[in-house]
């Protein structure tokens, strides 16, 4: 066995110590021999077992078929079918495994990543370039892969709500909907916004954990697949009708009414969670603002941001929404709202959207909202 890379070594086996799990099942997807025996390397503690090892994307859907995986590190410049195109198919493929992206290709833009994210995978790792292998990525690609490797898995979740909830209950009209995501958040927001019917004309207010430098890409991939304007919040901006406001990566997005409608308050105080930006004081504000007409969803990501903000949205008469286990990357914040009899529904992220639509809104798109 080749000597473990010390500065993640005592992670890897305090990790392994701690879960009693089983190690995690690696797929190595890398067309540089160099880097998939770097990788391996890297991950050789009983932490990790490395699978098997692929040289392009068409191999990796091959070995898919054989073995039983947990996650994939999957570049994007390859020869033949490139990651991101093949992504989808290694999604299918995989039987429920998560991808983590590891290319030099996310050093050229947050788009890259973004759309990575969008496509389903469930976290991007910039790799440094020939012979910068050394520092801190080992521990930063062992952290990673530890943190995605133990979360709940959807179909190993220790007590997955089945889904309920499909026919929306006769309730008040819908003024304002909020949503919450983290890891995996970004595919599922795909599914739910290609579902939404386009004649749902309420505000949308959307909380997805990314660093703020990548949000104005967030923003255009968003109204490129709702087909709705979408715009990151700045301080004072109106709600409107119908349109996406979107949280900035560095503050919470609050709300605050004014006599010529209810605008936007950017927060940037510590959020219980520790996340920034953070869903529950979303959740909290759309109570306060809306009570009966507010609807906050919950979908992909890890930990329990958006739990306390639902338990305010429901004492207002909200409603709350949740992703299924099935669907979820990651049933961490959607699965606590679950277990927590918090969520009217549990659904996959298009039913969720469909049972939305089947709630009449009021008002018009593109007018301020009160």
């Given at each position: 066995?080749n000597?473990?890379?010390s500065?993640?070594s005592a992670?890897?086996?305090?990790?392994?110590?701690?879960?009693?799990?089983?190690?995690?099942?690696?797929?190595?997807?890398?067309d540089?021999?160099?880097?998939r025996?770097?990788?391996?390397?890297?991950?050789?503690?009983e932490a990790?077992?490395i699978?098997?090892?692929?040289?392009?994307?068409?191999?990796?859907?091959?070995?898919?078929?054989?073995?039983?995986?947990?996650?994939?590190?999957?570049?994007?410049e390859?020869p033949?079918?490139?990651g991101?195109?093949?992504?989808?198919?290694?999604?299918?493929?995989?039987?429920g495994?998560?991808?983590?992206?590891?290319?030099s290709?996310?050093?050229?833009?947050?788009?890259?990543?973004?759309?990575?994210l969008?496509?389903?995978?469930?976290?991007?790792?910039?790799?440094?370039g020939?012979?910068?292998?050394a520092?801190?990525?080992g521990?930063?690609?062992v952290?990673?892969?530890?943190?995605?490797?133990?979360?709940?898995?959807?179909?190993?979740?220790?007590?997955p709500?089945t889904?309920?909830?499909?026919?929306?209950?006769?309730?008040a009209?819908?003024?304002?909907?909020?949503?919450?995501?983290?890891?995996?958040?970004?595919?599922a927001?795909?599914?739910?916004?290609?579902?939404?019917?386009?004649?749902?004309?309420?505000?949308?207010?959307v909380t997805?954990?990314?660093?703020?430098?990548?949000?104005p890409?967030?923003?255009?991939?968003?109204?490129?697949?709702?087909?709705?304007?979408?715009?990151?919040a700045?301080?004072?901006?109106?709600?409107?009708?119908?349109?996406l406001?979107?949280?900035?990566?560095?503050?919470?997005?609050?709300l605050?009414?004014?006599?010529?409608?209810?605008?936007?308050?950017?927060?940037?105080?510590?959020?219980?969670?520790?996340?920034?930006?953070?869903?529950?004081?979303?959740?909290?504000?759309c109570?306060?603002?809306?009570?009966a007409?507010?609807?906050?969803?919950?979908?992909?990501?890890?930990?329990r941001?958006?739990s306390?903000?639902?338990?305010?949205?429901v004492?207002?008469?909200?409603?709350?929404?949740?992703?299924d286990?099935?669907?979820?990357?990651?049933?961490?914040m959607?699965?606590?709202?679950?277990?927590?009899g918090l969520?009217?529904?549990v659904?996959?992220?298009?039913?969720?959207?469909?049972?939305?639509?089947?709630?009449?809104?009021r008002?018009?798109?593109?007018r301020?909202?009160?």
């Amino acid at each position: 066995m080749n000597q473990p890379f010390s500065p993640r070594s005592a992670v890897a086996r305090r990790d392994a110590q701690r879960s009693a799990e089983r190690p995690i099942r690696v797929l190595i997807v890398d067309d540089s021999i160099v880097a998939r025996t770097i990788f391996t390397r890297m991950l050789d503690s009983e932490a990790f077992e490395i699978v098997a090892a692929a040289g392009n994307a068409e191999q990796a859907i091959e070995l898919l078929g054989t073995y039983k995986v947990d996650i994939i590190l999957l570049d994007v410049e390859m020869p033949g079918t490139d990651g991101l195109t093949a992504l989808p198919r290694i999604l299918e493929a995989s039987d429920g495994a998560r991808v983590l992206i590891v290319s030099s290709a996310c050093a050229e833009g947050a788009a890259a990543t973004v759309k990575a994210l969008t496509l389903g995978a469930a976290d991007t790792l910039l790799k440094p370039g020939a012979g910068s292998f050394a520092g801190r990525f080992g521990q930063v690609l062992v952290d990673r892969l530890l943190r995605i490797g133990h979360a709940p898995r959807a179909r190993e979740s220790a007590a997955p709500v089945t889904p309920v909830g499909d026919a929306a209950p006769e309730r008040a009209l819908i003024e304002c909907l909020a949503i919450g995501a983290s890891t995996g958040g970004l595919h599922a927001l795909s599914a739910f916004f290609k579902a939404l019917p386009g004649a749902f004309d309420a505000p949308i207010l959307v909380t997805q954990h990314l660093p703020a430098e990548f949000m104005p890409y967030f923003a255009a991939q968003l109204q490129d697949i709702a087909g709705r304007k979408a715009v990151v919040a700045t301080d004072g901006a109106r709600l409107r009708g119908g349109e996406l406001l979107i949280a900035p990566g560095d503050a919470h997005l609050r709300l605050i009414r004014f006599r010529d409608g209810v605008r936007a308050r950017l927060d940037r105080s510590p959020a219980a969670s520790g996340c920034m930006p953070s869903v529950d004081p979303m959740f909290a504000s759309c109570a306060e603002m809306y009570g009966a007409g507010a609807v906050g969803v919950v979908l992909s990501g890890m930990g329990r941001d958006g739990s306390t903000g639902a338990v305010e949205l429901v004492a207002a008469g909200g409603e709350v929404l949740a992703q299924d286990a099935e669907t979820a990357v990651v049933w961490g914040m959607p699965g606590v709202v679950a277990n927590a009899g918090l969520a009217a529904a549990v659904l996959p992220p298009a039913l969720i959207a469909q049972r939305i639509g089947r709630r009449t809104t009021r008002g018009g798109a593109g007018r301020s909202w009160k």
